[in-house]
């Protein structure tokens, strides 16, 4: 048994094991003991999870690098069968259903997807028989916490081993997300849980570097549950948040020596509108260098609304080049379907 085995797996599933002991939902003082022991066997249902398969409609722009069928897990976070999910499963989906343990199907609508956050909501179009999960703070998460992963599969225990920024590729940044370890599958959209029950965040990724420094530990990112409440009841009445919408420029980038190498830009998007293309290097934004990834998207987004003119300093062999960009709504990028 290896150090981590001893001081972070077996803890975690000594954890398992008496979150699993007594089922959350059992009634077993009134149930007969011949039903006692189907009563003690959790499954995902027990703990507010469903699995979600989604198709995107056959010209959705997100398709070449999500692909048209999906599949993940939603977490029902209310009784009106609202269920919470990573916002990539649904982007331009047309067709979506969600699927409770004895794989019952039953039909849903998107409600809406949020960029900033990166989280999607669903609504089953029919009455779920699934408890709602309780919220919790993510706030109050802590380093060495025993919490559990669930997806549509199962159960996985893990240790939370940082909470820190996470810059995305994708134009995407959050102030603190959530990393765990051991790493786990089927992390899309699943429910991280704590010792309470609780839920603390929503699966994003599989990362190889959970621990913060140079230290190479796989794991998973989170999507904090904290960054939800300030915009659930927007999102639930309109789809979206009504803050005004970050600019987009469509450009998916690499961090090099503090500049942005260009890896790929969206098809019919904003940067390639203005002759932005991959390989070109962003080294600065209305004149001034950068600081890495981070520095370039807070500096967009400070910038203005969606739809103002970005200034890009673009290196192109030996030739710096000033390329004026109309960013847009990244909403306006996708095809529009069908919502709740």
């Keep these: 048994m290896n150090i981590w085995t001893h001081c972070v797996l077996r803890p975690a599933l000594l954890m398992l094991a008496l979150l699993t002991a007594v089922p959350l939902h059992a009634q077993e003082s009134d149930a007969p003991a011949g039903e006692r022991r189907a009563d003690r066997q959790v499954t995902i249902d027990s703990l507010s999870v469903v699995r979600v398969r989604a198709q995107a409609l056959a010209a959705a722009r997100s ?116 990393y765990t370890a051991p790493a786990t599958v089927n992390w899309q959209g699943a429910a991280l849980v704590s010792r309470e029950g609780k839920l603390l965040g929503i699966g994003s990724l599989a990362v190889g570097d959970a621990l913060a420094g140079d230290t190479r530990v796989p794991g998973n990112m989170f999507v904090p549950i904290d960054v939800l409440k300030p915009v659930i009841g927007d999102f639930v009445a309109n789809g979206r948040s009504t803050r005004k919408p970050r600019p987009w420029l469509g450009v998916t980038s690499q961090e090099v020596g503090g500049n942005l190498l260009i890896v790929r830009v969206s098809p ?69 379907t069908a919502t709740y």
């Design 63 to 178: 398709g070449r690098t999500l692909g048209r069928n999906r599949e993940g897990t939603g977490v029902v976070i209310d009784s009106s069968g609202l269920v919470l999910t990573i916002g990539y499963l649904i982007t331009e989906a047309e067709k979506i259903e969600i699927s409770t343990a004895n794989g019952k199907v039953y039909p849903a609508a998107v409600v809406g997807f949020d960029p900033a956050t990166g989280l999607g909501l669903l609504k089953s179009l029919v009455p779920v028989p699934i408890k709602a999960i309780d919220m919790g703070l993510s706030s109050e998460a802590k380093e060495r916490d025993m919490v559990l992963i669930v997806g549509f599969d199962g159960v996985a225990p893990a240790y939370v081993v940082s909470k820190r920024r996470f810059v995305g590729y994708w134009e995407y940044l959050l102030d603190e997300a959530i």
């Design 268 to 336: 019919e998007g904003p940067a390639e509108a203005a002759g932005l293309k991959a390989g070109d290097i962003i080294v600065g934004i209305g004149g001034e260098g950068l600081k890495g990834q981070a520095d370039f998207y807070t500096r967009l987004w400070k910038s203005g609304d969606a739809g103002v003119e970005v200034l890009l300093d673009v290196l192109r062999g030996n030739r710096v080049d000033n390329l004026k960009v109309k960013s847009i709504d990244r909403n306006e990028y996708y095809r529009s």
